[in-house]
């Protein structure tokens, strides 16, 4: 994989799976930069005493976490589980989208961040998605390079707030914070 490279060419020739099957050891999230300012960024609006670093890759939300003197981080991918715990020291359990909708996710966390990997989880498949860790969280956190998924779109989740920064190109990369409402 060659660092320009967009990595969802990879993903519609090789796969998902297969792509992190062959990448898993060397991944790096070309973004890593928007993720480390839209972490800082949002600092006082996002609970970040103990977070999961849900689909986690390389540890860009949980480094950008300790630049801000955050150290009560936990990672989750079924892919880059060693990667993350070789860069950020942190451990990292290796559930899938899969295990969380089945109720395997333990803890609870004052925030959850998806970055660059909710838009992946199956339509049919997000709201049991989102519903099991909204049972471990007040607040969802999914950071993106476009606007998929629009989880404000599913029953009984509120957008809190959106923010976004400029990649080198212009582009925009989002950060979304989302409740549960479960009176609604």
């Known amino acids: 994989m060659k660092p320009n490279d967009a990595i969802r060419n990879y993903y519609e020739n090789l796969g998902v799976e297969k792509f992190y ?7 790096t999230n070309p973004h890593e930069k928007q993720i480390e300012e839209l972490i800082e960024k949002n600092a006082s609006k996002i609970d970040y005493k ?30 880059t589980h060693e990667l993350y715990t070789q860069k950020t020291g942190n451990e990292c359990y290796k559930w899938s ?9 333990i803890g609870n ?20 998605l989102i519903f099991n860790l909204f049972q471990k969280t007040k607040t969802l956190v999914i950071i993106t390079p476009h606007k998929r998924p629009g989880l404000h779109k599913v029953d009984h989740v509120n957008l809190n707030f959106e923010d976004y920064v400029l990649t080198e190109k212009g582009k925009k990369v989002w950060l979304k914070s989302y409740a549960f409402n479960y009176l609604s």
Do not use: N
């Open 21 to 27: 099957k062959e990448f898993s050891k060397t991944y």
């Open 97 to 105: 989208f899969k295990d969380v909708i089945e109720g395997g996710i």
């Open 109 to 128: 966390y004052t925030s959850i961040i998806c970055s660059f990997a909710m838009h992946l989880c199956p339509q049919k498949e997000l709201y049991p």
């Open 50 to 79: 103990r977070v999961l670093d849900f689909c986690a890759g390389s540890g860009e939300v949980t480094l950008a976490l300790k630049k801000i003197r955050y150290d009560t981080m936990i990672g989750s991918d079924p892919y």
